[in-house]
């Protein structure tokens, strides 16, 4: 045999030498979690190791982060019930929770990059992503909302604006209102591809933000279908967007390669709160090495065409050097 691919394999400086993918803390983007009040630190229940925080301990969360070299957060706020309307008025007000904590971010660490989660279901009191009518979700009036939104995360100091919600032509939408009033250097990272999925159980929880009535379908995409997704990222480029996104991400590694593959744009991967639940459930359960499922999982994405990968697992494969 002249060829014997062993040979390649035969010692871990070798191995090393030849590998094709890594991960690292550049790669990373951390989800973080914001709750009211003071001195709150309180675990999700479906998400063993991870945090709802009010501002105060999310500024030291944060800090200890930037300390193992993690530089960019992805924050979402759990808002109180009785703040919730139908138009997420709460979701612009200047002095709202999720605007207070871009700014205080912003202002202690001016270094990190804030990336700043765009939809209504946080603050709607029907739990949708957009404006409720009859049972129908309306497209272009949740558009204006959205405007509105991005537009006060930018003024706040938001680094990337990442419109979660689904809307047809919400990115140009937005990004015409960006630009307009100024803040044409704040980024796009569109959820292009995201998916009406199974595995955002745990989010939900965390955030407190299910749907009160029927499901997603209508605006987040059939599981079933993957060339749909071009459609969807092409007209997110078109648009203005600066990063395309598919969601979730292990069940969709062959949408972020098909994608990767039709642009020049990063492409970003969430992997998300489900993905991360299970992982965690059986580690507790002896069934799973956590260092090596982990990071099996990172270089999945990246091996897939993702850039950036948003995963509840950022901090903790640095403290623990896995990477």
């Known amino acids: 045999m002249l060829q014997r691919p062993r040979r390649n394999r035969k010692s871990e400086v070798i191995r090393q030498m030849v590998q094709e993918t890594h991960v690292s803390a550049a790669n990373l983007i951390f989800p973080l979690f914001i709750v009211e009040g003071e ?5 999700v229940s479906s998400m063993p190791g991870i945090f709802r925080y009010s501002i105060d301990n999310l500024l030291r969360e944060i800090e200890s982060c930037m300390k193992l070299g993690l530089n960019s957060f992805d924050l979402f706020p759990n808002i109180d019930e009785a703040l919730k309307d139908r138009h997420a008025t709460e979701s612009h007000r200047d002095e709202s929770l999720y605007l207070r904590a871009i700014r205080a971010v ?11 989660d765009v939809a209504m279901d946080p603050y709607s009191s029907d739990g949708h992503d957009g404006i409720v009518e009859n049972g129908e979700i309306l497209n272009d009036e949740t558009l204006e909302i959205l405007g509105k939104m991005a537009l006060a995360h930018a003024r706040s100091g938001a680094d ?4 979660s919600d689904m809307m047809d032509g919400r990115v140009g939408y937005i990004r015409k209102v960006l630009d307009d009033s100024g803040f044409t250097g704040v980024s796009i990272m569109s959820y292009s591809a995201k998916y009406a999925s199974a595995f955002y159980g745990p989010f939900r929880d965390a955030l407190n933000s299910a749907p009160k009535f029927g499901d997603k379908k209508t605006y987040q995409m059939n599981p079933a279908n993957q060339r749909e997704a071009l459609i969807e990222a092409r007209l997110d480029e078109l648009e ?3 990063f395309l996104m598919v969601k979730p991400g292990l069940p969709y ?6 994608i990767k593959d039709q642009t020049e744009l990063p492409v970003a991967a969430y ?4 993905e991360y639940a299970m992982i965690k459930a059986a580690v507790r359960n002896g ?3 956590e260092q090596r499922s982990v990071t099996e999982v990172l270089t999945s994405f990246r ?3 993702a850039s950036a990968i948003l995963t509840y697992h950022a901090k903790e494969v640095l403290e623990n050097k896995w990477l």
């Open 39 to 43: 001195n709150q630190k309180t675990e």
């Open 106 to 116: 912003k202002k202690e660490f001016p270094e990190a990059c804030v990336i700043t």
């Open 160 to 163: 990337i604006i990442a419109p």
């Open 240 to 242: 203005g967007a600066d």
């Open 253 to 258: 590694l062959d949408v972020i390669k098909l």
């Open 271 to 274: 992997n998300v709160s489900g």
């Open 287 to 289: 069934w799973l090495n």
């Open 303 to 305: 091996r897939a065409g």
